[in-house]
């Protein structure tokens, strides 16, 4: 029995292909969610959308600080993994639960497979990069989604061996939910015509805890929004720490956090993305759709050097001129970002299973 983990709300659109595929393949599989999110609109919601089953068990641990959300994780898989012993546990991604549970079950010489491996934006401030190299270190299997995830294993002494250059989940579940996606047509909810608008996510702790650089953000924000309308799907902890900044600014349309398929829907038809997500700089890329990555760095390199994102500080000027300039380049899709990552992946742990036993 294989046990598959999710726990956030990006972790969702990685694993439902790789769930519903070992499911397809008929293999034993515990499906666990930490509960790490839990609002409707940041969990439960996407399970119905990514026809992704109900998990077998919902541990319920929410939100708190990144110890006490890494040791409840913990304190609770332990127990799930006592009693099920499954053969291997399968995470994906950088959240607080990836690590948390990866952490876990090495302790119990539990095999860990770790999706999307090997990324690094080489900024420890990031709680996520701390939780990539920690899971990547502990890991028996490692899953790239682009060419820089194996320079960077290797260069952090990992085996060769142990990685597996497979493609990305995430953009299986985008090729699969696309034209559905498109025929929602969300923008109209808005009033709005497709490329007529942009669309806006920011939730990282660097951007939107600190009153000066949310403020930056902001102005470049209400300038854009003076010529563009931009949609503003607004994570829950941007709405709390903002106190009121981002209501006030006219041009921007605050919305409660979407599902996936009305914001894949938007997403494709948007005139620009502005975002400091890791994976919607990756979606922006397949979509070949301009991304404005508020960020000093990315662990994405790809969607730069063949897609269609750029980086820009956190300075009202430059998200302005990034915006206003941004590039019209089409971009390639990377290789293997296809839509059968997940078959690949599946394939792997089928095999290793084999020769385990
Ligand atoms: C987490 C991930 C981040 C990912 C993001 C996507 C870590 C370290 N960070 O950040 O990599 O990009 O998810 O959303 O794991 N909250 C709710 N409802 C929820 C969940 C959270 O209201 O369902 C609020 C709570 O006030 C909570 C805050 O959001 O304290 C932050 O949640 P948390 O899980 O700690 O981190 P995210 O910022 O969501």
Same mark, same amino acid.
């Given at each position: 029995m294989i046990c598959t983990v999710v726990g956030a709300r990006p972790n969702f659109m990685k694993m439902a292909p790789i769930v519903n595929e070992a499911r397809r393949r008929g293999i034993a599989q515990l499906f666990v969610h930490t509960g790490q999110h839990y609002d409707q609109r940041m969990s439960d919601i996407f399970f119905e959308e990514l026809g992704m089953p109900q998990p077998d068990l919902y541990l319920g641990v929410g939100s708190? /600080?990144?110890?006490? @959300?890494?040791? !409840? $994780?913990m304190l609770l898989f332990e127990q799930v993994l006592l009693q099920q012993r499954p053969q291997l546990v399968v995470v994906a991604g950088d959240v607080n639960?990836?690590?948390?549970?990866?952490? /876990?079950?090495?302790? *119990?010489? &539990?095999?860990?497979?770790? #999706?999307?491996?090997?990324l690094r934006s080489f900024d420890r401030s990031m709680p996520e990069e701390i939780n990539r190299v920690l899971t990547d270190h502990i890991s028996d299997l490692l899953f790239t989604t682009e060419p820089s995830g !194996? *320079?960077?294993?290797?260069?952090?002494? &990992?085996?060769?061996?142990? =990685?597996?250059? $497979?493609?990305?989940?995430? =953009?299986d579940t985008l090729c699969q939910h696309l034209e559905a996606a498109k025929k929602r047509e969300p923008w109209r909810t808005f009033g709005l015509q497709p490329r007529e608008f942009g669309l806006v996510t920011l939730h990282r702790p660097s951007n939107v805890d600190n009153k000066a650089t949310s403020r930056q953000i902001a102005s470049a924000l209400q300038q854009i929004g003076q010529e563009l309308p931009l949609i503003f799907p607004i994570h829950p902890r941007t709405l709390k720490n903002g106190e009121g900044l981002w209501e006030a600014i006219p041009g921007l349309k605050i919305v409660e956090p979407m599902g996936y398929l009305d914001f894949?829907?938007?997403?494709? @038809?948007?005139? #620009? #993305? &502005?975002?400091?997500?890791?994976? +919607? @700089?990756?979606e922006t890329t397949a979509l070949q759709?301009?991304? #404005?990555?508020?960020?000093?760095? /990315?662990?994405?390199? +790809?969607t730069i050097t063949e897609g269609t994102n750029q980086l820009v500080p956190p300075i009202t000027d430059q998200i302005v001129s990034a915006v206003k300039n941004r590039s019209v380049k089409i971009g390639n899709r990377p290789k293997l970002w296809d839509g059968k990552a997940a078959q690949r992946i599946i394939d792997v742990i089928q095999s290793y299973l084999d020769t385990k036993h």
């Amino acid at each position: 029995m294989i046990c598959t983990v999710v726990g956030a709300r990006p972790n969702f659109m990685k694993m439902a292909p790789i769930v519903n595929e070992a499911r397809r393949r008929g293999i034993a599989q515990l499906f666990v969610h930490t509960g790490q999110h839990y609002d409707q609109r940041m969990s439960d919601i996407f399970f119905e959308e990514l026809g992704m089953p109900q998990p077998d068990l919902y541990l319920g641990v929410g939100s708190g /600080t990144h110890a006490e @959300q890494t040791a !409840r $994780v913990m304190l609770l898989f332990e127990q799930v993994l006592l009693q099920q012993r499954p053969q291997l546990v399968v995470v994906a991604g950088d959240v607080n639960s990836t690590l948390a549970c990866a952490l /876990t079950a090495s302790k *119990l010489s &539990i095999p860990v497979a770790h #999706v999307e491996a090997g990324l690094r934006s080489f900024d420890r401030s990031m709680p996520e990069e701390i939780n990539r190299v920690l899971t990547d270190h502990i890991s028996d299997l490692l899953f790239t989604t682009e060419p820089s995830g !194996r *320079l960077n294993l290797l260069k952090e002494g &990992i085996a060769d061996s142990a =990685i597996y250059f $497979v493609g990305n989940t995430m =953009i299986d579940t985008l090729c699969q939910h696309l034209e559905a996606a498109k025929k929602r047509e969300p923008w109209r909810t808005f009033g709005l015509q497709p490329r007529e608008f942009g669309l806006v996510t920011l939730h990282r702790p660097s951007n939107v805890d600190n009153k000066a650089t949310s403020r930056q953000i902001a102005s470049a924000l209400q300038q854009i929004g003076q010529e563009l309308p931009l949609i503003f799907p607004i994570h829950p902890r941007t709405l709390k720490n903002g106190e009121g900044l981002w209501e006030a600014i006219p041009g921007l349309k605050i919305v409660e956090p979407m599902g996936y398929l009305d914001f894949l829907g938007l997403m494709s @038809q948007a005139a #620009v #993305v &502005i975002t400091d997500s890791g994976g +919607i @700089q990756e979606e922006t890329t397949a979509l070949q759709v301009p991304c #404005v990555t508020v960020r000093p760095n /990315t662990e994405r390199p +790809i969607t730069i050097t063949e897609g269609t994102n750029q980086l820009v500080p956190p300075i009202t000027d430059q998200i302005v001129s990034a915006v206003k300039n941004r590039s019209v380049k089409i971009g390639n899709r990377p290789k293997l970002w296809d839509g059968k990552a997940a078959q690949r992946i599946i394939d792997v742990i089928q095999s290793y299973l084999d020769t385990k036993h």
